[in-house]
């Protein structure tokens, strides 16, 4: 069972930032947050990881809390093309070992003009 | 690279028949992921492979359903007898080594009639 929970819907206006929240408070200490999206029944797309620091990279931002038990993926700029649900993931990664990927129901980001 | 590889894009079979996908992963990644996703459960996971080794099926919802990666470059998923609530988009992901990103293929879409 996926270890995440999100919103099931969020409106953005075009241009704005588009702030995705996701509670996770059952995770431990060597589980990562991952971040996909997936766009209308396209393969999901990675966007985004981090373990305790925040991150940014061309895509998104990630905000995660100091106790780690919740995170916010950040499109600063969100155009129509972001549009997509978007997951929430806590997944194993220690010492070279990876666990499975397991993806809830997400949050659908609609960005409106 | 072109990416995860699936074939066939789209699949119409009738109830009893047997069904046989297959995906070739990006090269030199060494985990291999299968996904099936309905609009009712989602995007689940049935099993996943580290170095063409199963680690975890729990996913395979029955004995029907099978996948094996007889080498690094491709993998099954057959389902035999298909029934008409098989019918989803079955998507194929894979990992490279020490990397965080899963890559999807462009999914199969299987209708059983």
């Known amino acids: 069972d996926a270890k995440t929970t999100q919103p099931p819907s969020m409106d953005c206006a075009e241009g704005r930032a588009a702030n995705l929240p996701c509670n996770h408070s059952?995770?431990?200490?060597?589980?990562?947050v991952y971040w996909y999206r997936q766009i209308h029944s396209q393969g999901p797309q990675y966007i985004i990881h981090?373990?305790?620091n925040n991150e940014t990279n061309e895509m998104a931002s990630l905000i995660i809390t100091e106790d780690r038990k919740s995170s916010t993926l950040i499109l600063p700029h969100a155009t129509l093309r972001d549009t997509a649900v978007y997951y929430c993931?806590?997944?194993?990664?220690?010492?070279?070992?990876?666990?499975?990927?397991?993806f809830g129901k997400g949050t659908k980001l609609s960005v409106k003009p | 690279d072109a990416g995860v590889i699936q074939s066939p894009r789209h699949e119409v079979t009738e109830m009893g028949q047997e069904v046989t996908l297959r995906c070739k992963p990006i090269?030199?990644?060494?985990?291999l992921f299968w996904y099936r996703q309905t609009m009712m459960r989602g995007l689940e996971l049935l099993i996943y492979f580290n170095n063409n080794v199963p680690i975890d099926d729990s996913g395979m919802p029955e004995d029907r359903f099978s996948a094996k990666m007889p080498n690094a470059s491709f993998s099954t998923l057959k389902i035999q007898p298909s029934e008409p609530r098989d019918s989803a988009v079955y998507f194929c992901a894979s990992i490279g080594q020490g990397r965080p990103e899963a890559f999807f293929g462009q999914g199969t879409r299987l209708t059983v009639v």
């Open positions: 981090g373990l305790k």
């Open positions: 993931i806590v997944r194993l990664n220690y010492g070279g070992s990876q666990g499975n990927l397991i």
């Open positions: 059952t995770i431990s200490g060597n589980e990562y």
């Open positions: 090269s030199g990644h060494d985990y």
